[in-house]
């Protein structure tokens, strides 16, 4: 019973994990159709300038964490006009410039030595609290609630603005969009910003329960990719689902098999999903394309 | 720049123009003009072993590292041709390597046919993991080849197999230095004048169109799939024999041959030389390894200038150095006025 | 009478929409059938089943009486079942010739053919020239990104042709084609009938359709709603309701 409970409530925190990593690089693939392969290089590089920023230059918690925002967000903004922009549209070039800016960053990081127990960042709340006899600090449960929180926002902002409406219309359809008036670069500009952002949130969040370690940043492309290829792209519900089922199977994998088999789970979910239904599980368009 | 009211023009020179399809030559000097390139490459390829007593060894074995980044290069480069565009040829490399240690040891075979099965096994291998992704567009295939070799050396990591993180050791040499050169020049020939010569055939059209228009060839009665796999199983095989020879000239085979370097040097050689043309993967490997070798010293940095090289090239030459250069070759250019 | 592609009650659905429900079609050696319905009626979709793009939910495919409803695509055009695409989608990196090469590659043409590297090449040629490219102009050589939209059409025909088809599948043929551009086809299409090859014509023109087809299929919300004649077809009622605030042309 205990244990059941433990597994249930550490899967839903690795789940609410693996949502916030892959969220960025899922808005990014559904808002411009760009596969950032440089979101986890984005995403340890703001788990580092987040670090620098409270360790160094001794700011404020919650000043740090909005500059390395906001940071993330004007790299990614950077990162579509300088190197995505001139390769639109040749899918391979994207995923390439995008996959060689990634590596850029972390293996850079790894050569500047940054790679000792003196980089990790505070947790948001520290403490712990019981429920139900198992043991959990705070911040797991503040991981979990902003996953739920940020799912939930982007849900309503995909459905409720203007620009959401704009970029579903550019995910779905890019020459309607266009001639509905929808600018399609900034559009996509926005949508890299907005995922790099993401990843930024996410490396606050997620950062804390380790120390920042360069192979999360590969680590982080994986789990990104599992969870949009296994939830599909066109759907939150789809992100959110496969979250839940990657997130329990992790924790089951690495209490049953020990803890290096979680990655041999986003692999392997990656790899029966594509073959079995690439359209992921709540996914249609693969299935639409088909029609011709 | 010249004055103004004057523009630039260039023509095909004339025996290329003939020459494309139809072999019609007059002169020794015509022949030379197109044999020329060919020859010199041969030439380099062919005597650069046999100059041993004026390099030393360190720059031969630099010389192996580079014929084999030249084959996985020219892998990629066919890869990408049919539309398959591999982010990890460390997969095959590192399929080769295992697989011919795993041969030669717990086979106990000798170690060139040790070579030989580890290549093709590799290849068989590499191309049924990577089956499910072969009938989907896009990104999928980058996205799996991506993770593929990362999950293997996570679970050689994880379970100690095959060595664990030591490296799986005991696979015997094949026999010398220069043999092993030799073995993988060879390879190298056959690859790219080979696979140019199917790429440029019927069948390499075929190839082509896939990447065009999948749905379009399978409409023409064309079974993709199976054309897929066999560009993958042709494809991996240079990549899964540079491994499988490597693994000979180390002794032993680690996790490294799994590692990112792999992945993104070839790519980046074959993105710098142009894939258009599979000899331009290969001239961009020969030119992007010795320089890396050279600055050895600077570890990781070397994949940060490698990543580098790859953006810079994609956004500003995208045809590839080698492109540039041939068609430089092949035309004249000549000032006219407007 | 001989049929030699037949559909049974073949049903299918995209999330929740039924685009083909129950349709039932047969066609006969030498026809020419044309299906018209207005648009998102189920047309293309008929169309893909039968060329197996798409599994149907329920429903059979039956060519000359044997079940090919699981086969593939590919499979089916060695039989003989071609098809072309509303959009054309050529290969734009080769030359217009070369498209035509590709499916000269197949099996089926293999069969015909033999092997032979030029032989190939001169089949592509006398094929664009049957469907209206000029004898060593220059559109033939030029690469298909280049060429302009009624070329490419022909050109898709042209692939199709390469494919010696038994029954062929038109999707829109005449889509985007000026009339003059249209009216210079008919005759190709109906000696193709006449070599006692099958059309099955989907479109939106029906003066040219009218031209060729022996018989029409009319389609709403992915039902079948009428079949015939075109002049007896297209003066029933719920034929007209269906294409209601369209101008229906009368039947030639």
Known sequence: MFEALSILLYGLVQSAVLLLIALGFSVTFGISGIPNFAHGGIYILSGFACWYLLRKAHWPYPLAVAATVALAAAIGTLLYWLVIRPVRRLVLAEVLATFAVGVAFLELFRWMGLVTYEFHLPPVLSGSVTIGGVTMDRHRLVIVGAAAGLGMLLWWFGRATRTGLALRAMAQEEYTALAMGVHEDRMAAIGVALGSALAAVAAVLVLPLGIISINLGYDAILVALALTVTGGTERTAGLLLAALLLGMGTVLASMVLGPHWSEVIYLLAIVVVLAVRPSGILGRFKELEERV | ?338 | MERVLVAEEVSKTFGGVRAVDGVSLEVRPGEALGIIGPNGSGKTTLINLITGFVRPDRGRILYRGRDITRLSPEGRVRLGIVRSFQTPRPFYHLPAFKNVVIPLCSTRAWERLGSGYGRREEVALDLLEEVGFERDAAAVYKPAAELPHGYLKRLELARCLALDPEVLLLDELFSGMSPAEASSLIPLLIRLTGEGRSLVLVEHRLVELFQVVHRVVVLDFGRKIAEGPPAEVMAREEVRRAYLGREVAAPA
């Open chain 2, 1 to 338: 720049m010249r004055e103004a009211g004057y523009r630039r023009e260039r023509l095909d020179r004339g025996i290329k123009v003939r020459a494309d399809d139809v072999f019609v030559l007059t002169s020794w000097r015509e022949l030379l003009y197109l044999a020329g390139p060919r020859l010199a490459a041969m030439t380099v390829l062919l005597g650069f072993p046999l100059l041993r007593p004026w390099t030393g060894a360190y720059w031969q074995t630099v010389f192996l590292i580079v014929v084999a980044m030249m084959l996985l290069a020219t892998s990629w480069a066919f890869l990408e041709r049919v539309g398959l565009v591999s982010l990890g040829q460390s997969l095959f490399f590192g399929a080769g390597g295992y697989l011919t240690a795993i041969a030669a040891v717990y086979l106990h075979l000798p170690s060139f046919p040790a070579v030989l099965l580890g290549a093709t096994a590799g290849a068989v291998v590499c191309a049924g993991l990577l089956t499910p992704v072969l009938r989907l567009r896009g990104v999928y295939f980058s996205l799996v080849t991506f993770a593929l070799p990362l999950l293997f050396a996570r679970i050689i990591e994880a379970t100690k197999i095959l060595g664990g993180t030591e490296g799986f050791a005991g696979v015997p040499g094949l026999g010398g230095l220069t043999l092993r050169q030799y073995l993988l020049v060879l390879a190298l020939l056959v690859t790219v004048f080979g696979l140019q010569r199917l790429l440029d055939s019927d069948h390499g059209l075929l190839l082509r169109a896939i990447r065009d228009n999948d749905v379009g060839v399978r409409a023409s009665g064309i079974p993709v799939g199976r054309w897929k796999f066999t560009a993958l199983l042709v494809g991996a095989l240079p990549a899964t024999f540079a491994g499988g020879v490597l693994a000979t000239h180390y002794h032993v085979v680690g996790m490294s041959a799994f590692s990112l370097e792999y992945s993104v040097l070839p790519l980046t050689a074959a993105v710098l030389g142009g894939s258009e043309m599979l000899a331009g993967a290969a001239v961009g490997a020969a030119l992007l390894v010795p320089l890396s070798e050279v600055l050895r010293a600077f570890g990781t940095l070397r994949v940060v200038a490698y990543c580098a090289v790859l953006v810079v090239v994609l956004v500003g030459v995208p045809e590839g150095l080698f492109a540039l250069a041939r068609r430089r070759y092949h035309q004249f250019e000549r000032w006219v006025p407007v």
